[in-house]
């Protein structure tokens, strides 16, 4: 591998690692959407491997956001839609700790038990409510 590579997959690694903690992501869920083996992602992360174009848009699709972020050409981590809408359950993640309920906050023991009720219970409200829009 060049050193020119090198670096990309360097780069690719760390915004994969970035991203899928910042997203609450398991491994297990990405390698589902992607279709590769679970030592093949690992190399990803940490930078042996570069993931093909086609996992690349995988990997992107399911992180919400751009190939060119995770390849280290924007800065910029989101998708390239200009008008792009906050990605509700994103944003739970990622706001979990300023996130009350009448003065209760989200224990960070039970977070990852919380956000998921919540995202069952807004899946099947969006579910019933998407013919009403």
């Given amino acids: 591998m060049g ?14 690692v970035e991203l899928r903690k910042k997203r609450g992501l398991k491994i297990s869920t990405i390698l589902a959407h992607v279709g590769c083996a679970r030592s093949t992602y690992t190399h990803y992360e940490l930078g042996y491997r570069t993931p093909t174009l086609s996992k690349l848009q995988k990997l992107a699709e399911i992180l919400e956001t751009s190939t060119e972020y995770l390849q280290g050409l924007t800065d910029n981590e989101l998708s390239n839609s200009s008008d792009e809408k906050t990605n509700l359950k994103r944003f739970l993640i990622e706001n979990a700790d300023k996130l009350n309920y009448e003065g209760m906050y989200l224990s960070e023991e039970n977070k990852e038990k919380q956000i998921e009720l919540l995202d069952s219970f807004l899946e099947v409200f969006f579910k019933n409510n998407k013919n009403t829009n």
Wanted: proline share 0%; charged share 20%.
């Fill in 3 to 16: 050193t020119a590579n090198k670096v990309e997959s360097l780069i690719v690694g760390s915004r994969l």
